[in-house]
């Protein structure tokens, strides 16, 4: 089975912080994804990677950056903790993009920025 | 950009009856997937069913069926013989074909489904 696992389900971090949300997968999976998921709007994309250093953006990465180093690992980093980053974060990874590939998605970290 | 409708915020069945949420997309590719995902409280997200926009027969898992209208733009999801364990917020989403240029995942807002004993 597919696990993807992220560093911790529940982080309280003040305004102005640094803050690292990793995710990490065994699967030998080329994507990974970074999303964000608030009631009322569903997932948004934040980044993703396909390739080891390779990163894009998605729809919402105002605020976001994201690292690489490593195929299994991928972090997700907010430079300035911002109460609107009070959220859901959700990581997902994928083989690389053929006919049968599906999104394993971790269990999630619920931030909140005070 | 492709857009994911997912008109009904809230719905409720019975145990053991049958249920059916919506889904609508915008898109003007031609061949595509479409997935639905589960998200029960504090659990993980799994997916349930995946449709590929080529194949007109309809997708099937289990008590889990979908209606797939590709003119309409239409993707639903059939729950028959409803459990307590499918509870939980349904999403549905879209995915271009590998080469398109995109690998990500477009979600509809979810639906959450109560079911009641």
């Known amino acids: 089975d597919v696990k993807v696992t992220q560093s911790s389900r529940y982080l309280v971090k003040r305004t102005g912080e640094k803050v690292f949300l990793e995710c990490v997968q065994d699967?030998?999976?080329?994507?990974m994804f970074w999303y964000r998921q608030d009631p009322g709007l569903g997932l948004r994309l934040i980044y993703f990677s396909y390739d080891v250093k390779m990163k894009e953006k998605g729809d919402i990465p105002e605020g976001y950056s994201v690292s690489r180093e490593k195929k299994e690992r991928f972090s997700l980093i907010l430079e300035s903790a911002s109460t609107n980053q009070t959220s859901m974060y959700l990581c997902?990874?994928?083989?690389?993009?053929?006919?049968?590939?599906?999104?394993?998605f971790g269990p999630g970290t619920r931030l909140t920025v005070l | 950009a492709q857009t994911v409708t997912q008109s009904q915020p809230e719905m409720s069945v019975q145990e053991a009856e049958t249920v059916t949420l919506s889904c609508t997309y915008d898109t003007s590719e031609s061949d595509y997937y479409l997935f639905w995902y589960k998200q029960p409280p504090s659990r993980q997200m799994i997916l349930v069913i995946r449709?590929?926009?080529?194949?007109?027969q309809n997708a099937t898992e289990n008590r889990f069926s979908v209606n797939f209208q590709k003119a309409a733009k239409s993707f639903s999801l059939k729950i028959s013989d409803s459990q307590l364990g499918d509870a939980a917020m349904y999403f549905c989403?879209?995915?271009?074909?590998?080469?398109?240029?995109?690998?990500?995942?477009?979600f509809g807002k979810g639906t959450k489904l109560s079911v009641i004993p």
């Open positions: 449709q590929e926009a080529y194949k007109q």
């Open positions: 997902a990874s994928s083989a690389w993009a053929t006919r049968t590939d599906t999104q394993y």
């Open positions: 989403a879209y995915r271009s074909v590998p080469g398109a240029g995109s690998y990500q995942l477009t």
């Open positions: 699967m030998d999976h080329e994507n």
